[in-house]
């Protein structure tokens, strides 16, 4: 049973070699958490079934959410890494299978390799601007209001990952997970000792380290 303990100390950033052996293996466990959510969304959205693109992205806001959750707690360039193995996760299951199916119609039907490629593109877009915009938020308001922040810092990228390729309500309905994410960040926090502000992170993207 978790116990809080005393308050996680502030730092400037998190090294990707500072993290103790239980703190470590609980984030890969979310990133890896996160690409899989992606993967079997990639799937869905290439599969010919009415309801994937649906269930698509409310599986892509959760993992949306994760990474705000992930961001939070281990900071911007700690998920950034984590971002780009769930856009690959996407991308390598989802236009695949969009790709056999495509052969195999006749006549020839691309619209499932447009909604997986269309859809990654999403997915890329979303988990770099929910990763940004977390982090931003977090300088912005010191730290304080976790809940607010991973509201504000998921939605853009669960709005952007439902529009491309189709408005669902799931999403916003994954949002109302936050006060729980809120809860899982503050005890991952805790496990870590730390909270990083990323004060002097550098934001590309392209960076892997």
């Not at 593109?121 to 977090?138: C, I």
Request: net charge positive; charged share 15%.
């Amino acid at each position: 049973m978790f116990r809080p303990g005393p308050p996680p100390s502030r730092v400037p950033n998190l090294s990707l070699g500072g993290l103790n052996g239980a703190s470590s293996r609980a984030e890969r466990r979310m990133g890896w958490a996160a690409a899989g959510l992606l993967a079997v969304a990639g799937v869905l959205r290439a599969l010919p079934w009415a309801p994937g693109g649906a269930l698509a992205a409310g599986l892509s806001a959760l993992a949306l959410l994760l990474l705000a959750v992930h961001t939070d707690a281990y900071g911007y360039a700690r998920t950034r890494p984590v971002a780009w193995r769930g856009v690959a996760a996407h991308a390598l299951t989802g236009v695949p299978v969009a790709l056999a199916f495509a052969l195999r119609s006749a006549p020839l039907d691309t619209s499932g390799v447009h909604a997986a490629l269309l859809g990654t593109l999403g997915v890329l877009l979303g988990a770099f601007l929910v990763a940004f915009a977390t982090a931003k938020l977090k300088l912005f308001l010191g730290g304080a209001r976790l809940t607010v922040r991973l509201l504000l810092g998921a939605l853009p990228g669960a709005a952007l990952g439902a529009v491309m390729p189709a408005l669902t309500p799931w999403p916003f309905v994954a949002l109302l997970l936050a006060p729980l994410g809120a809860a899982l960040a503050r005890r991952l926090k805790r496990r870590a000792g730390v909270d990083p502000l990323d004060w002097d992170t550098d934001f590309n993207p392209l960076l892997v380290r």
